[in-house]
């Protein structure tokens, strides 16, 4: 008996050590789903650096999506790269454009994070809820930046340098 309790307590010590050791680190990367100030600053100085929506997708795993009678489908538009971020993309009727780069917040690093950047280099950045692979729709850009700040109640966050 007083070998399971020692056992007990070691266990307990132990798991309590890695949750005091892993959480601080996970919250930093993002990997608690709540966005990632790193990946955010990160994507958002590689979207800046691309000139135009081709420039994005060699860059981002980019990808468009397509509306079916069986729901909604993903389709790749840029060769997809181990590593490599990936990107909603999405072209518009006045020639305007905006790439949305995330990552999900069931256990992507940097997890809960969005950043948009749109063809005038307005660059915006979203914490929160992200599953899977976003999914916001709109026939211009204010109607899918008003999607998307209504996505899955993530929050706009303002971003310092």
């Known amino acids: 008996m007083k070998k399971i309790f020692s056992w007990t307590i070691a266990g307990l010590l132990l798991a309590a050590v890695v949750f005091f050791l892993c959480v601080p680190y996970l919250a930093r990367q ?80 940097g997890g809960g994070t969005i950043v948009a950047r749109d063809n005038s280099g307005e660059v915006h950045v979203f914490f929160g809820h992200v599953c899977g692979h976003l999914s916001v729709r709109g026939e211009t850009l204010e109607e899918f930046y008003r999607d998307l700040r209504g996505y899955n109640e993530v929050r706009e966050v303002p971003f310092a340098e």
């Open 30 to 109: 993002g990997g608690l789903g709540e966005g990632s100030q790193m990946h955010a600053r990160q994507w958002r100085a590689q979207l800046l650096a691309c000139q135009s929506l081709e420039d994005v997708k060699q860059h981002f795993d980019c990808f468009v999506l397509e509306e079916t009678a069986d729901g909604t489908r993903r389709i790749p538009v840029s060769e997809v790269v181990a590593g490599r971020p990936a990107a909603l993309v999405k072209s518009f009727a006045d020639g305007r454009w905006i790439a949305c780069t995330h990552a999900s917040s069931h256990g992507a690093p």
